[in-house]
């Protein structure tokens, strides 16, 4: 069975970290590329990591860069996501995807396109507190 199983979260303090973990199933993230979303009450579900299709570099958007790492465990067949120096505006519902992503524009205007997607995580939240 293709599944995507997603763990970690909860509630943390202003500056604190966290570890989000992705496991896959049924494929390997050889096969699909992971991308990290998010999604906060009343906004749109927004790329903020993803690994590059074609070339495998890790974009960051803007807003976690430098404070958000991708990685991959390929003997877990496990993402993950950490995230340092977590602000309150950081607070959302995230979902991990597999599948494949290319990034277009540039500046603010940036943003993860999906091209094709395997599988979403079930989503987990995350409340960051001031």
């Known amino acids: 069975e293709v599944q995507l199983v997603q763990s970690g979260g909860g509630l943390v303090q202003a500056g604190g970290s966290l570890r989000l973990s992705c496991a896959a199933s049924g494929f390997t993230f050889d096969e699909h590329r992971i991308g990290w979303f998010r999604q906060s009450p009343g906004k749109e579900r927004e790329g903020i990591a993803c690994?590059?299709?074609?070339?495998?570099?890790?974009y960051y958007a803007d807003s976690v860069k430098g404070r958000f790492t991708v990685s991959v465990n390929d003997a877990k067949n496990t993402a993950y996501l950490d995230m340092n120096s977590l602000k309150p505006e950081d607070t959302a519902r995230y979902y991990c995807?597999?599948?494949?992503?290319?990034?277009?524009?540039?500046?603010?205007?940036?943003?993860?396109?999906?091209?094709?997607?395997?599988?979403w995580g079930q989503g987990t939240l995350v409340t960051v507190s001031s």
């Open positions: 690994v590059i299709s074609g070339n495998d570099n890790i």
């Open positions: 995807g597999a599948g494949s992503f290319r990034v277009t524009g540039n500046g603010p205007h940036t943003q993860v396109v999906i091209t094709g997607l395997k599988r």
